[in-house]
């Protein structure tokens, strides 16, 4: 257990909206949308015919393309099209991802003693408002959790951008301490193959599937410093390597490696991807094809389990176990049903607190011997 009361943990993770209602998602998708680390496609397409501009043109240029695009064609009409998939799976508590979480907050509560608060990227409770409050608190050391198993630019490296940002206009300066991913971390793969094998889904399935959030191919390129490697070395993802030691397929598939050695399934499995928007090029292959491919096989009952989601929230609660569900059923399938995340299950939120205490300790020694 954690002893010093002066530690705080920000609890971080996507955000939502504050209700399932048209001016509530407008807000979220508005804060979500314009974060040039969600939606920087704009300025990725700019060198295409910017040859001759200086970077801080480039970015102007980027910026004011974003605004027009989240402005004048998301916000105006994208709520309207989503509001029933939120309201689907909107419960008496609230929101499915903030209640998740903070269950998940007040049991870590009980196996440590500092201060923690929750602080989502877009929506509320904000970074901003966790932080201010572990700032009034007296919080000297700042654990920055990132509650997304596998790092990438779009969550956690944003996150933590915006705490930072938030920390410099606070003139607030604790020691920091950064928990960015931990897909690898023998007490999270040992959480997430429990959930697995224990779940009454994946016991009565006939093919498992790993779904893993989506993300444009240009952002794993982005990854790369040398922009040698990713997409131009073969098997990429799948070689440990400098250049994709922050890479988010990497990750994932590092991950799926480790899973499979410790949870040795008699059911067969595949590695895929939901969530992808637009007509670019996304990480492959999409969830919505294989589950096409399995069905056209003859498989009747799949079990999706999602290792980018340590809450169950839109993308698991409605993405996957009502609209890919229902597209298996049309397909001729029997049932796809989705396993649920971690959660606040008691072991994951125990495992947690210890592994943070490991962090602790280890961030002691790198200070006597640096």
């Given at each position: 257990?954690?002893?010093?009361?002066k530690?705080?943990?920000?609890?971080?993770?996507t955000?939502?909206?504050?209700?399932?209602?048209?001016?509530a998602?407008?807000?979220?998708l508005k804060?979500?949308?314009?974060?040039?680390?969600?939606?920087?496609y704009?300025s990725t397409r700019?060198?295409?015919?910017?040859?001759?501009?200086?970077?801080?043109?480039?970015?102007?240029?980027?910026?004011?393309?974003?605004?027009?695009?989240v402005n004048?064609?998301?916000?105006?009409?994208?709520?309207?099209?989503i509001?029933?998939k939120?309201?689907g799976i909107?419960?008496d508590e609230?929101s499915?991802?903030?209640?998740?979480?903070?269950?998940f907050?007040?049991?870590?509560?009980t196996y440590?003693?500092?201060n923690?608060e929750?602080g989502?990227?877009?929506g509320n409770?904000?970074?901003?408002?966790?932080?201010k409050?572990?700032?009034?608190?007296?919080t000297e050391?700042?654990f920055?959790v990132?509650m997304?198993?596998?790092?990438?630019?779009?969550?956690?490296g944003?996150s933590?951008?915006?705490a930072?940002?938030?920390l410099?206009?606070?003139?607030?300066?604790?020691?920091i301490?950064?928990?960015?991913?931990?897909f690898?971390?023998?007490f999270y793969?040992?959480?997430?193959?429990?959930?697995?094998k224990?779940?009454k889904?994946?016991?009565?399935s006939?093919?498992?599937?790993?779904?893993?959030?989506?993300?444009p191919?240009?952002?794993?390129?982005?990854a790369?410093?040398?922009?040698?490697?990713?997409?131009k070395v073969?098997?990429c993802c799948?070689?440990?390597?400098?250049?994709?030691?922050?890479?988010?397929?990497?990750?994932s598939?590092?991950q799926i490696?480790k899973v499979?050695?410790?949870?040795?399934?008699d059911?067969?499995?595949?590695?895929?991807?939901?969530?992808?928007?637009?007509p670019?090029?996304?990480?492959?292959?999409?969830?919505v094809?294989?589950v096409e491919d399995?069905a056209?096989?003859?498989?009747?009952?799949?079990?999706?389990?999602?290792?980018?989601?340590t809450?169950?929230?839109?993308?698991?609660?409605?993405?996957i176990?009502e609209e890919?569900?229902?597209?298996?059923e049309?397909l001729?399938?029997?049932?796809?049903k989705l396993?649920p995340?971690?959660?606040?299950?008691e072991?994951?939120?125990?495992s947690?607190?210890?592994?943070l205490?490991?962090?602790e300790e280890?961030?002691?020694?790198?200070?006597?011997?640096?």
């Amino acid at each position: 257990m954690l002893q010093d009361k002066k530690n705080g943990y920000l609890i971080i993770n996507t955000g939502t909206p504050d209700e399932p209602t048209i001016p509530a998602l407008r807000r979220y998708l508005k804060e979500f949308l314009s974060d040039p680390d969600m939606l920087d496609y704009p300025s990725t397409r700019l060198p295409e015919f910017s040859k001759g501009m200086n970077n801080r043109l480039k970015d102007g240029i980027a910026t004011i393309l974003r605004w027009l695009i989240v402005n004048l064609i998301v916000v105006p009409f994208r709520p309207k099209k989503i509001i029933k998939k939120y309201s689907g799976i909107w419960t008496d508590e609230g929101s499915p991802l903030l209640v998740n979480t903070i269950k998940f907050t007040e049991k870590l509560k009980t196996y440590t003693n500092g201060n923690i608060e929750i602080g989502m990227r877009y929506g509320n409770p904000s970074i901003e408002n966790g932080i201010k409050k572990l700032k009034e608190n007296g919080t000297e050391r700042l654990f920055l959790v990132s509650m997304f198993p596998q790092y990438a630019e779009a969550t956690s490296g944003s996150s933590f951008r915006e705490a930072e940002r938030i920390l410099k206009n606070e003139n607030f300066n604790p020691e920091i301490v950064k928990i960015d991913h931990y897909f690898d971390q023998y007490f999270y793969l040992k959480s997430f193959v429990d959930s697995v094998k224990k779940s009454k889904e994946y016991q009565e399935s006939e093919y498992l599937l790993f779904s893993f959030h989506g993300l444009p191919v240009r952002q794993l390129r982005k990854a790369d410093p040398s922009e040698s490697h990713c997409q131009k070395v073969e098997n990429c993802c799948e070689k440990v390597s400098e250049y994709n030691e922050f890479c988010y397929k990497a990750h994932s598939i590092k991950q799926i490696m480790k899973v499979s050695e410790m949870l040795n399934p008699d059911i067969p499995f595949k590695v895929c991807y939901q969530s992808t928007f637009g007509p670019e090029q996304w990480i492959q292959p999409n969830i919505v094809d294989v589950v096409e491919d399995l069905a056209k096989k003859g498989i009747k009952k799949i079990s999706v389990a999602c290792p980018s989601f340590t809450a169950d929230c839109l993308e698991t609660l409605e993405e996957i176990a009502e609209e890919n569900n229902e597209d298996f059923e049309k397909l001729g399938g029997e049932s796809l049903k989705l396993i649920p995340s971690l959660n606040d299950n008691e072991e994951w939120v125990r495992s947690f607190a210890e592994y943070l205490n490991e962090k602790e300790e280890q961030f002691e020694e790198s200070k006597i011997y640096p």
